[in-house]
């Protein structure tokens, strides 16, 4: 099955700073990869996802990077703000199961 | 629809006591798939349902848990017997076809079992 390694645990930033959250996976045959936010007492909340079709992908100031060779990818937030500030999960789809295996989360605390 | 709903919120329990939650999909979304979080943990995968159809249930922590989808449409989850170690967020979550992508997730039941 999948396994999905995320690092780090915890990130504090300066408001105005970027955060980059990395992961990486175990299943060469896995083709999604999404990014999830999760805030206190509610469940995790799609952010962005990318296809293993593309190495790239943005919106607005959120960005993820897929390197399929190496298995891993990326998180890019830019110019944070205080209510960026949650828990923010990596999964990727296990090819076997059809179902997301999920990384252990960082906690992303933004001062302002 | 306003997304995945789940009920009850919040559960206490005591110890050797069963308990049943429930989580309504998305009306469209023919996937519907449990998770369990622990404290400071990603969701761990349990089970999933196709329609009606279980199609995997290996990951279920032990023949104390079971789920059911029985038209389709809502499902439950219950425990058996619970035990301090099955207190967690329980997670629902609810996609289309064709992959499992964009699932949406409920904002969960959490369990405490004193």
């Known amino acids: 099955g999948e396994n999905v390694e995320q690092h780090p645990s915890t990130l504090s930033v300066q408001e105005g700073d970027s955060a980059v959250i990395k992961c990486t996976y175990s299943d060469s045959a896995s083709n999604y990869f999404p990014w999830y936010k999760q805030e206190l007492g509610k469940g995790p909340q799609l952010i962005i996802d990318?296809?293993?079709?593309?190495g790239e992908k943005k919106d607005q100031r959120i960005a993820v990077t897929l390197n399929k060779t190496a298995k891993h990818f990326s998180l890019h937030i830019t110019e944070t703000q205080p209510e960026d500030s949650a828990v923010y999960f990596c999964a990727a789809l296990d090819t076997g199961r059809r179902a997301l295996t999920f990384g252990s989360g960082t906690r992303l605390q933004v001062q302002p | 629809d306003t997304g995945v709903s789940q009920d009850p919120r919040h559960k206490i329990t005591k110890r050797g006591q069963n308990v049943t939650f429930r989580c309504d999909p998305i009306?469209?979304?023919?996937?519907l798939y449990w998770y369990r979080q622990t404290l400071g943990q990603g969701p761990e995968f349990l089970t999933y349902f196709q329609n009606e159809a279980q199609l995997e249930k290996s990951r279920l922590l032990s023949d104390r848990f079971s789920a059911e989808r029985p038209k389709g449409s809502f499902s439950t989850l219950e425990i058996q017997r619970t035990e301090q170690g099955d207190s967690a967020m329980y997670l629902c979550?609810?996609?289309?076809?064709?992959?499992?992508?964009?699932?949406?997730f409920g904002s969960g039941t959490r369990l405490t079992v004193v």
């Open positions: 979550a609810s996609s289309l076809s064709l992959g499992g992508y964009g699932y949406t």
């Open positions: 009306s469209e979304h023919n996937r």
């Open positions: 990318i296809r293993s079709n593309v």
